[in-house]
């Protein structure tokens, strides 16, 4: 449609600059993207009045890709338009598509006129881990789970080869599927790498290059374990995960953690159970490297995405795990994570994973302890399993033992003489039972927040289990007591206030804490249609990372689901109500990496990744033929996934009446 008015390309870009959108960035070359715009004259549809502001942002739905249109299914699809609105009531729409950074496995710039692997591992040592499965075809294992990362700037940055602002995206590479010979399964068993990406950020599009790849020396943190979701501090650091902490009365046994052991330090025995299932902080430096710490105080849980609020201090965190809890974290001063208190919540009457439920379940909270950091690594370092309670998985008919159900088992716990808190930040999940948690959730997956309207969102990716009466990891009184399973999931809302006190009738010192829960999506289960999926493909099913845009007033979603054929990103405006499909990822993947940034430099950008393409399973039967050979040219045979972000076209910018 032609436009009623232009300006010159130049004044457009600068409008756009003052009211932040979607990164202004060239997908393809000769392509007319408003990030690929840059210098010249060339008219543009633009609004006439350069001070209208951004008053509103809105999703078109894109449909889910089928088999009618196989190659859609075998890599990143984008099919939905942008609209902005403006004070003035003009109004640009834009198309929005995906631009990756690499793929892991390619061979990228290390700054220095040399080149690294994207994605590759490394051992305490900083040597590269070779996958030796294949005779003659030794290589560097390489990710193909890409997963969270950040976007952000640092005070006086300063990198060689960059033209414009620089900028860098710390991403973590969660585990690598299976080895080359497609037969040994290597979750678990290598040390996550984390990598510092320099970007050159064109000051006139917001276009973002890729100039420099670090990877981080872990080793002074005795490397990382699963690393997955991961969030932005207010500060500006990279706060990233570790997952599904290793059980350390079970490490003895443990295949899983012998193998990491091995690959870590070359040495099978010589890994620490109780170095893993932290919160490690990345700080990232003016020349592209980076620094960084573990926080041993916060809980040594199934750490999945935590989200730091505005009073920074207060954190909210993801539990990813089958009897799983909502734990904060409260930090004793505002911008440093290294010592606090650690609560857990009780979930009182009336929980309901139902949208239309007027009520909340309201949440009261426990203290589990105060630490630092410091002293908290300092009891992981000395302190053997049975020095801190005993464990046994049959009733011992010993009134000083306590049932609780942890980690979807069945436990009796006798706690040691002395040892509450270390109990507390090194065996969290059972001292947590221990103490009446309500630890009956099911993959209490991203964490993020509505700073406006004081609300927190959290995803419980699976609701099955532990929430439903006789399921695996039920405890009777806890609170979350459901009669059915959903296994497609749902996205619950908590409000936020402050004066709340703990169990011991303590002041809480926070005006963030959540007091109560209800459900704000919700997924639907269904018979397994025409493509085999099993979940509604127009609702959301199993979501995984969520952000929330203040300027956009919109929570994004990215599924991993079991149950969906493709995954799907999606984007609800919380004042309209309307849930919009805006991403489909390639089949078998999941949709990682989710970041929403308002304003970098004066442009705006929601980072996507994925990670596993082709990972077949039981819904995927009438697909797998057809696309495994697509996915596998697309992506390395299935070893390489994208990281990268969505980009803006413009279609069409309508104007004021005059």
Not at 5 to 25: D, I, V
Not at 287 to 297: E, L, P
Not at 342 to 368: C, E, H, M, N, R
Not at 616 to 637: F, M, Q, R, S
Request: proline fraction near 4%; hydrophobic fraction near 40%; charged fraction near 20%.
């Amino acid at each position: 449609m032609k436009p009623v008015a232009t300006l010159s390309r130049r004044r457009a870009l600068q409008f756009f600059a003052g009211a932040p959108m979607l990164p202004l960035s060239s997908t393809f070359a000769g392509s007319f993207l408003l990030a690929g715009c840059g210098g010249g004259d060339d008219a543009v549809a633009a609004p006439v009045v350069p001070s209208a502001t951004l008053s509103g942002v809105s999703f078109s739905s894109m449909p889910a890709p089928t088999l009618a249109n196989a190659a859609a299914m075998a890599t990143t699809t984008v099919g939905s338009v942008m609209s902005v609105s403006f004070s003035d009531s003009s109004k640009a729409d834009f198309k929005l598509a995906y631009q990756p950074f690499f793929v892991t496995g390619d061979m990228v710039s290390d700054g220095k006129g040399g080149q690294v692997l994207a994605g590759g591992y490394f051992d305490i040592y900083n040597n590269k881990i070779i996958d030796k499965t294949v005779a003659g075809k030794e290589r560097q294992y390489f990710s193909d789970a890409p997963d969270g990362t950040s976007l952000l700037s640092v005070p006086g940055a300063k990198v060689d080869g960059v033209k414009g602002n620089t900028v860098f995206a710390v991403v973590q590479f969660e585990y690598t599927s299976w080895a080359q010979d497609t037969k040994t399964d290597m979750y678990g068993k290598l040390p996550s790498p984390i990598a510092v990406l320099t970007l050159d950020q064109d000051p006139k599009t917001g276009k973002l290059t890729l100039v420099k790849y670090h990877n981080v020396d872990t080793s002074k943190v005795h490397g990382l374990w699963i690393t997955c979701g991961a969030s932005l501090s207010p500060w500006g650091t990279h706060l990233s995960s570790e997952e599904y902490e290793p059980d350390a009365f079970a490490i003895a046994s443990s295949a899983q953690f012998k193998a990491y052991s091995q690959n870590l330090y070359g040495d099978e025995t010589k890994a620490n159970p109780y170095h893993y299932g932290h919160m490690p902080e990345v700080t990232v430096n003016a020349d592209g490297t980076a620094s960084i710490k573990k926080h041993f105080c916060m809980g040594r849980i199934s750490h999945e995405l935590v989200q730091v609020m505005p009073d920074n201090r207060t954190v909210l965190m993801g539990d990813d795990a089958t009897n799983s809890g909502y734990f904060v974290f409260v930090a004793d001063k505002e911008k440093d994570l290294s010592a606090g208190s650690l609560y857990v919540a009780k979930v009182g009457t009336g929980f309901s994973i139902d949208p239309q439920a007027t009520a909340a379940a309201a949440l009261s909270w426990i203290k589990l302890g105060s630490a630092s950091s410091a002293e908290i690594e300092a009891l992981a370092n000395t302190l053997k399993p049975s020095d801190i309670m005993t464990v046994v998985s049959k009733d011992p008919g010993d009134a000083t033992f306590t049932k609780t159900v942890a980690n979807g088992k069945t436990e009796w716990i006798k706690l040691n003489s002395g040892m509450e808190k270390a109990a507390a930040f090194l065996e969290t999940h059972r001292y947590a039972a221990y103490k009446g948690a309500s630890m009956g959730f099911t993959k209490m997956e991203g964490t993020t927040v509505n700073i406006k309207d004081k609300i927190a969102y959290s995803a419980l990716q699976n609701i099955q289990d532990s929430m439903i009466v006789g399921g695996k990891g039920y405890t009777a009184g806890n609170g979350i007591s459901l009669a059915a399973p959903l296994k497609a999931g749902a996205v619950m809302a908590l409000n936020l206030k402050g004066g709340q006190k703990d169990d011991k009738g303590a002041a809480i010192n926070s005006e963030w804490m959540p007091v109560d829960t209800r459900a704000l999506l919700a997924g639907e289960d269904i018979a397994a249609d025409a493509l085999g999926n099993t979940a509604n493909p127009d609702k959301i099913a199993n979501p995984d990372n969520l952000k929330f845009s203040e300027k956009m007033r919109t929570l994004f979603i990215g599924e991993d689901s079991g149950q969906h054929v493709n995954n799907f990103l999606w984007a609800y405006n919380i004042d309209t109500k309307v849930l919009s499909r805006i991403m489909s990822i390639p089949s078998g993947g999941e949709s990682t990496g989710l970041h929403a940034v308002d304003e970098l430099n004066g442009w705006t950008y929601i980072m996507s990744n994925f990670q596993h393409a082709g990972d077949w399973g039981g819904i995927h039967g009438n697909v797998k033929a057809t696309l495994d050979p697509l996915i596998k040219a697309n992506y390395k045979d299935k070893f390489g996934a994208a990281v990268g972000y969505l980009t803006g076209e413009p279609t069409q910018m309508k104007l004021a009446k005059a």
